[in-house]
T-cell receptor, first 113, second 116 residues
Framework: AQSVTQLGSHVSVSEGALVLLRCNYS??????LFWYVQYPNQGLQLLLK??????LVKGINGFEAEFKKSETSFHLTKPSAHMSDAAEYFC???????????FGTGTRLLVSP | SAVISQKPSRDICQRGTSLTIQCQVD?????MFWYRQQPGQSLTLIAT?????????ESGFVIDKFPISRPNLTFSTLTVSNMSPEDSSIYLC?????????????FGQGTRLTVV
């Protein structure tokens, strides 16, 4: 069975600082990987995804993530945090050939002035 | 992309009652998913709803508690039956990618349910 681990339920950064949100997956074969963002009182929005091809993927709002098969990781980064980035971030996986998503426990990003 | 409308957006219900949540999609989709997000928790899949067949429930979820209807390719309902405070959660509807090769699932805004 697939599973996702997000290290750190809360991450606090200062505005302008690097954002790093960690995600590790467990799967017998490399799955498809996703990062979703959830702003307060809203649904989920896709930030970026990895399916095939280049392992460094760029998403919306300046975020990017790198798939590292050897480390079974898909960490999310952004060079410079903005106040508007404060939200809940979820890493998710699905088997190749889209089926249901399996989500991590989420990381709440807090951005201070 | 797919636009998903969920109703109601929030509700406060008495224990022992039932609430039906509606999910309307602006395009035809084969697979629709219902998730639960308990306070401070991640999303957990309740069931997958396919048009023309019974929903497939995940471990820990049963049809008597969460009956689902899927009358056509653009609409589904989830009922939370005989509610207790433990059912207080956000319930989200999701649909499969409009273009299967995109692998981008779309989500409704969610229904915030409080059971008192």
């Amino acid at each position: 069975a697939q599973s996702v681990t997000q290290l750190g339920s809360h991450v606090s950064v200062s505005e302008g600082a690097l954002v790093l949100l960690r995600c590790n997956y467990s799967s017998s074969v490399p799955p498809y990987l996703f990062w979703y963002v959830q702003y307060p009182n809203q649904g989920l929005q896709l930030l970026l995804k990895y399916t095939t091809g280049a392992t460094l993927v760029k998403g919306i709002n300046g975020f990017e993530a790198e798939f590292k098969k050897s480390e079974t990781s898909f960490h999310l980064t952004k060079p410079s945090a903005h106040m508007s980035d404060a939200a809940e971030y979820f890493c998710a996986v699905t088997p190749r050939g889209f089926q249901k998503l399996v989500f991590g426990t989420g990381t709440r990003l807090l951005v201070s002035p | 992309s797919a636009v998903i409308s969920q109703k109601p957006s929030r509700d406060i219900c008495q224990r022992g009652t039932s609430l039906t949540i509606q999910c309307q999609v602006d395009s035809q989709v084969t697979m629709m998913f219902w998730y639960r997000q308990q306070p401070g928790q991640s999303l957990t899949l309740i069931a997958t709803a396919n048009q023309g067949s019974e929903a497939t429930y995940e471990s820990g979820f049963v049809i008597d508690k969460f009956p689902i209807s899927r009358p056509n390719l653009t609409f589904s309902t989830l009922t939370v039956s005989n509610m207790s405070p433990e059912d207080s959660s956000i319930y989200l509807c999701s649909v499969e990618p409009a273009e299967r090769q995109s692998f981008e699932a779309f989500f409704g805004q969610g229904t915030r349910l409080t059971v008192v």
